[in-house]
């Protein structure tokens, strides 16, 4: 007999963890409303030629590819058995393979856009909250399912849309209840420093490097460098721009008199500033040269955001890609967007205990099941109270008070109401507040205007 199991870096979700997540999902889903966003979804998978060469060298090994099944050709030959056999023979075949699960939500986005330009009005704002997949080494934090919930808007090249996303993340954690810090650097000025070093062709080289800084650290990161051709004079002048520090004014006037001989790093500069200025007072919002994000789409500015109260990877990133939709042929359609990782949120949420406690409970209130006629009784005071939206519930059978309470207990539900026989009787009912162990009896016809603590 084969042991039950699920894929790594998948998780199955108990009725709890659903209604945590499902309270994240409903945080930040009010605050994109909140930002006019409207809501999109699109399929799970799409054609390959759809994701691949749009996330860089490295991402594009992570695509889950979906293997064709039962291909038939016009002579009703099995085409992807056939490709699999070339495959087995090392020989490239494109019947093996033709569709691949998501890998974001923003090059699927990218992709609608294109197909859809001719009936959306722009600026086009949507809002995304779906599952990717990733063929990611799992580990805490990572898994290779997982959600991201996302916020873009095409049709625009204002920076006041990168002002309200900064606002979307800063107004999603403090309703959370999350203590984090908003990163915010530029891909101009990243290309700055690549044509520094060498032009615009280590560009990947550099950034790829320089977003696996916190993992492997400053050396791993410089001998990465050097191994891809990056000279010692090119070395030191990545080093000093890693190293710059302090307040915001500061590291962007330290970083002006490294590159500012650069129109696209001044430009750059100039696009951090303004934004900034919008959020004066807001805490753990900072320039920070460091963050490369490695996805080649990105043309402008880009975020990142991490806990400052638990070690975790990034909660949520983005930035401009002022040409995404260009890819599909539908060139000039400028765009910027962020995204939420769902589930290391969560992660963090849980460690630090920030769920709200009576948030996430399932039944309200049991009614005991004391034999047949209580039970029709009760059952129609129960279908009084659900039209007052409280949860409740009846035991499926008549059975000991014990083996009730125990239910009631397991279930973590607050209240419970006994009709017995004497209650029938005498038209009354029982309420019993399970966390306080107290309990009073009252007429059983002001039962539908009960307030149940915590309802």
Partial sequence: MVKPSIPQGTRDFGPEVVRKRGYIFKTIRDVFELYGYQPLETPAMENLETLTGKYGEEGDKLIFKILNNGLQDPKNRDKSREAFDNALEGKADRNLTERALRY???????????MNHGQLTFPYK???MQPVWRADRPQKGRYREFYQCDVDVVGSRSLLNEVEMVGIYGDVFERLGMKVEIRINSRKILSALAALCGGPHRMTDITVAIDKLDKIGLEKVKEELTSKGIEPAQLALIETYLGIEGPNEEKLSRLGNLLGDSPLAREGIQEISYVLQFHPGREGLQADFT?????N???GLIFEVKSLQARMGSLGGGG?????????GVPDIPGAGISFGVDR???VLEELQLFPGD???GTQVL????GEAEAAAAFGHMQALRGRNIRCEIYHEAAKLDKQFKYADKKRIAHAVIIGTNELAQGTCVVKDLRRGEQLTIPVNRLSGFVFEGS
């Fill in 104 to 114: 974001d939500l923003t090059i699927p986005f990218a992709r609608y856009v294109a």
């Fill in 126 to 128: 949507r809002y995304q």
């Fill in 291 to 295: 963050l490369a994000r490695g996805l």
């Fill in 297 to 299: 789409y990105y043309t």
């Fill in 320 to 328: 401009r890609y002022d040409d995404l939709t260009g890819l599909f």
């Fill in 345 to 347: 949120i969560y992660d």
């Fill in 359 to 361: 948030s996430f409970t």
């Fill in 367 to 370: 009614f005991f099941n004391m």
